[in-house]
């Protein structure tokens, strides 16, 4: 939207309807989050009723719960994947609607495999088919909601504050995740580590179906974005959803840029060059490789690893969800000020010193109050930054002609190597090699590593796109794109000179 501010006397009507519709578009970031973390109370249930009953070998044993534990990243590359055809097909709201009703049949069966809601069942360890085929689908729901939720929030949000509005969806995200955090804390006071293991995981699981059906009646509320309707011909409509987000000479000026930038509406995907789609690939797959969620979904697990009972586990767990808020609250007030390079820069330090020195304390055995001040860094540091500033690049930096099948491609990427970084890292806490020599810090190291290395590809290849309008973000791939060209071209010239 145009960079002009309101200056009707409706315009705080005007962007307490914009904060609104981000409100509920970012409770599907509500619903990933939660849905994301609600598996760390019930990773010693998942162990205990589906993969110890087999009798697998230590590494095969490993590899199977770290799969079923994991296996709803599968659903959220599907998601992903299907969430650009279905955005253009169905529109942003239309999918995201889509998505709640898979994280209610998901939470569902898989609290209650066995029953087969969808014609798959089991007992004992055969139910875990159906658990895995229900995980699934709630990751594909997860995934649809990864990508049209800030799409929704980035396409009804001015300029000034979208870096701010798409932030609320990494807010919700971390607000699921510490709510269920204490679901999951609640449910498992309510009896023994025996009652947990055989029922009280199901409750925890099933949870989730309530946050969903909330998202649901409320997304029938709100209207569809303004760019869907251009790109529909909807003309009428998107003036009247326009003229509601800001004022009537504005939304004017609004509806024609966004008419000038979908001439190409069926443009390739590399019709702005390569350049675009390397770095939004390259923030989705750092996001992950820096290792968030195999500290977000084994929290639990890390801290018994460092000697905390279950109880205390949990509730160490809420600490580190506390954390994630504050810092994402944080980032809500700086990403517009300082910029997303600056923070996503001072974020992959903070992380890299963080996971380096919790390593050296796994290793050298001294896991108390120091591991967990170096989690809490670490995590502070992913909140500021990587957390939702990814998201907020990932909503503006595409072309608006691209923007469906760039997002979706980056999306998809993203949740392959936050579901190769899951599986990976129970496989390799769970070795007993590994753990003889480094004591379960090993996997920390390399996350450190990865840190260092996001850093350095933000300062050399992300540009700085705050306060620009997403149209005036699609000129400069443009010119980017020219530049290269020119580059080769001059290279090329230069190279038959000297040949000749």
Not at 147 to 173: F, N
Not at 267 to 285: D, E, N, R, T
Not at 407 to 431: E, H, P, Y
Request: charged letters at 10%.
């Amino acid at each position: 939207m145009s960079q002009g501010i309101p200056n009707e006397p409706n315009a705080r009507a005007e962007t307490a309807l914009v904060r609104g519709l981000a409100v509920v578009a970012a409770l599907g970031g509500l619903l990933f989050g939660y849905d994301t973390a609600v598996i760390s109370g019930a990773v010693g249930a998942i162990d205990h009723n589906f993969i110890s009953p087999r009798g697998l070998s230590e590494t095969s044993a490993g590899s199977l719960s770290g799969f079923a534990i994991a296996c709803a990243l599968i659903g959220c590359v599907i998601g992903a994947a299907l969430a650009g055809p279905m955005s253009q097909k169905l529109g942003r709201r239309g999918g995201l609607l889509v998505s709640a009703i898979l994280f209610m049949v998901s939470s569902a069966g898989s609290a209650y495999p066995e029953f087969g809601f969808l014609g798959i069942g089991g007992e004992g360890p055969e139910a875990l088919s159906a658990f895995i085929l229900y995980r699934i689908l709630g990751g594909i729901g997860i995934g649809v909601a990864s990508m049209l939720s800030p799409l929704y929030i980035a396409e009804i949000a001015p300029p000034r504050q979208r870096g701010q509005l798409v932030t609320y969806q990494q807010v919700a995200i971390v607000g699921g995740m510490t709510l269920v955090y204490f679901v999951n804390w609640f449910i498992a006071s309510q009896g023994n580590d025996e009652w947990v293991l055989s029922t009280g995981w199901r409750y925890m699981l099933l949870s989730a179906a309530l946050p969903a059906a909330l998202f649901f009646a409320l997304l029938l509320l709100v209207p569809e974005t303004p760019h869907w309707l251009v790109m529909k011909g909807r003309m009428d409509e998107a003036r009247n959803v326009l003229s509601r987000l800001s004022n009537k000479a504005e939304a004017r000026v609004v509806l024609k840029e966004i008419d000038e930038s979908l001439h190409e509406r069926s443009a390739k995907l590399f019709a702005f060059g390569g350049l675009v789609v390397f770095v939004g690939i390259m923030l989705s797959v750092f996001q992950q490789f820096i290792g968030i969620n195999a500290v977000l979904y084994y929290a639990p697990l890390m801290f018994q690893n460092m000697g905390a009972s279950t109880d205390s586990a949990l509730l160490q767990t809420i600490i580190v969800g506390i954390a994630n808020i504050v810092f994402t609250l944080v980032a809500l007030v700086t990403v517009d000020r300082w910029g997303r390079k600056p923070l996503l820069i001072l974020g992959g330090v903070v992380m890299a010193v963080s996971m380096l020195s919790l390593g050296f304390l796994f290793n050298s055995h001294n896991v108390g109050t120091a591991a967990l001040i170096a989690v809490v860094a670490y995590i502070a540091g992913f909140a500021l930054s990587w957390g939702p500033v990814v998201w907020v690049l990932l909503s503006e930096i595409f072309p608006n002609p691209v923007k469906g099948k760039a997002m979706a491609l980056a999306v998809a990427v993203q949740w392959i190597a936050n579901w190769f970084v899951s599986l990976t890292f129970k496989v390799l806490d769970g070795n007993s090699t590994l753990n003889a020599l480094f004591n379960h810090g090993f996997a920390y190291w390399i996350y450190g590593v990865m840190s260092i290395l996001a850093a350095l590809f933000v300062w050399r290849y992300v540009p700085e796109t705050k306060g620009q309008s997403l149209e005036s973000i699609q000129h400069l791939w443009t010119k980017k794109s020219a530049e290269l060209d020119g580059s080769a071209r001059a290279s090329s010239k230069a190279s038959t000179a000297n040949a000749l």
